[in-house]
């Protein structure tokens, strides 16, 4: 049959992110036919509560992939790759339909619960089963907290998932997850992919409820009438399982295994490496979990990055304009910054520190500072951060040679140059900063030219600019390091107080 007469052949990749949803439609000969996104919001019911609607997700779904068909001109779709956030909890009824809005993984209602499974199980313990030890935001704890605090809501859910689980169950009528995601319950033993039945018994819940885990390259079903129908693609469509995004971004950057660290920065950031070794030594909270060809993905990060400077953006700016433009507008007028101590943990210290109940702070605040200073000091408070966790690899990991940033706030030049200046990296710009979509794109472009993805990711989204260190911000920035290091060991314990006090009225 002559493909030329259906148009290019070409997979469409998506990208269920936090905030919005991104089409991708490449063909066969890496050219980006059309790449776009549609927003959908979070809500804040309570502090430390972060929900969003499933049906927002699938509409985002349908808007963006019906906007980049439209654009695409005349493609012939041999695939659908998903690439999503990943942890939370969904879930849903016997229809696949959602019983309650989605727990996503920025939540921290469930540090108790959290606490309770890792003194059952210990650090050690749960990191030696799924590779992750997790936060507040993992789909155990949060299941046990819907357990104690809206137990009709936990009998009539049927099934449990992740976000990516629902497109899944909504596009096909399959219930499956990739092995990147599954870690992220908490619930399954990464190594010997199944489910731990310790773990199953502790959140409360069967094997049945969960879905089955399945490779990432695996076709987990084809597009049913309906969905094809909203998504305006063909009956049947392959839908491919693709990888949780932090996976699909580090393919999408084609990082080199233990030369490359991936600095994604978006709602958090994310700080990865790539190896072939299941073990360098260190610490067990540095996540692992499995990626293409055999390879091992370490991960740290922060648990609130962009979403820290959009809430500054919506308290402090006064004027319309775009808000990476406003920012780095304040970064270079920030001149009385370096006063002022900034603890940037909007959602809880995250790695190295791994402490939820550590929120965020300003030390030094006086009458002659203004918006700009906070900004640019909370921008550069960002950067040390990942140098921290950069600083974490290197200690075990030599060979990394340089950082490649990728994601919203990798336009953002002042926030590049202080993490160049804070972590002494050259910092490598890619083409494309919507790495994930990209990465997901090659699972589905590998599977029909027989390309390895990792090949096809290097010439679909090549580096193309270098930030290097310089003198003067290695020399400030490593004073920064220094002071936000003694703040944060200096004020800990009375967040741990205040935390007590909070949780003992609620």
């Not at 870690?183 to 199953?200: C, V």
Request: net charge negative; charged share 20%; proline share 5%.
């Amino acid at each position: 049959m002559n493909c030329a007469m259906y148009g290019k052949r070409a997979c469409v990749a998506i990208d269920l992110g936090t905030s919005s949803c991104k089409a991708a439609i490449v063909d066969e000969r890496l050219n980006i036919l059309a790449l776009e996104s549609s927003p959908f919001e979070t809500v804040y019911p309570q502090p430390r509560f972060a929900e969003q609607d499933p049906n927002e997700w699938w509409k985002a779904t349908c808007e963006a992939v019906s906007a980049a068909l439209s654009k695409a001109g005349d493609v012939h779709v041999e695939s659908i790759v998903l690439s999503s956030q990943r942890e939370g909890l969904v879930m849903l009824d016997e229809h696949f339909q959602p019983v309650k809005n989605a727990i996503i993984w920025i939540d921290r209602r469930a540090v108790a619960e959290l606490e309770e499974l890792l003194s059952e199980f210990g650090i050690d313990g749960i990191a030696r089963i799924t590779g992750v030890v997790p936060s507040a935001g993992f789909t155990a704890p949060l299941l046990r907290w819907v357990a104690r605090r809206e137990w009709e809501v936990f009998k009539r859910t049927a099934f449990i998932t992740q976000p990516k689980g629902f497109l899944i169950a909504r596009m096909t009528g399959e219930f499956a997850i990739d092995k990147t995601l599954a870690p992220r319950f908490s619930l399954a033993d990464i190594w010997r992919m199944r489910y731990e039945e310790a773990l199953l018994k502790w959140a409360g819940v069967s094997e049945w409820q969960l879905p089955r885990i399945v490779e990432p390259t695996e076709a987990v079903g084809g597009l049913t009438k309906t969905a094809a129908s909203q998504l305006g693609l063909k009956v049947g469509t392959p839908v491919i399982a693709g990888m949780g995004d932090r996976q699909c971004e580090t393919l999408g950057l084609a990082l080199k295994p233990m030369e490359d660290v991936m600095v994604a920065s978006g709602t958090a950031a994310n700080i990865s490496v790539l190896t072939n070794l299941t073990e360098v030594g260190l610490d067990p909270r540095v996540a692992r979990g499995p990626h293409l060809n055999g390879l091992v993905q370490l991960e740290v990060g922060l648990w609130a990055c962009g979403a820290v400077l959009n809430w500054l953006a919506s308290c402090l700016k006064t004027d319309s304009t775009d808000m990476l433009d406003w920012i780095e507008r304040a970064c270079h007028a920030g001149s009385n910054a370096k006063s002022l101590i900034v603890l940037p943990f909007f959602a809880g210290a995250s790695a190295p520190h791994w402490d939820a109940k550590v929120l965020a702070c300003i030390i030094g605040l006086s009458l002659g500072h203004g918006n700009e200073d906070i900004v640019r000091a909370t921008v550069e408070a960002l950067a040390v951060e990942i140098a921290e966790n950069v600083a974490l690899y290197r200690s075990k990991v030599p060979t990394i040679k340089c950082a490649v940033h990728c994601g919203g706030l990798a336009r953002l030049m002042p926030f590049n140059q202080a993490i160049a200046d804070a972590t002494e990296l050259s910092i490598m710009l890619p083409r494309h900063h919507d790495a994930a979509v990209l990465g997901a794109a090659c699972i589905g472009l590998s599977q029909f030219t027989g390309i390895n993805a990792f090949e096809l990711a290097s010439k679909i989204n090549p580096r193309v600019r270098v930030i290097l260190p310089t003198e003067y911000g290695v020399v400030q920035m490593s004073l920064r390091r220094q002071l936000q290091k003694q703040a944060y060991e200096a004020i800990a314990p009375l967040m741990h107080t205040l935390h007590e006090a909070i949780s003992m009225r609620d």
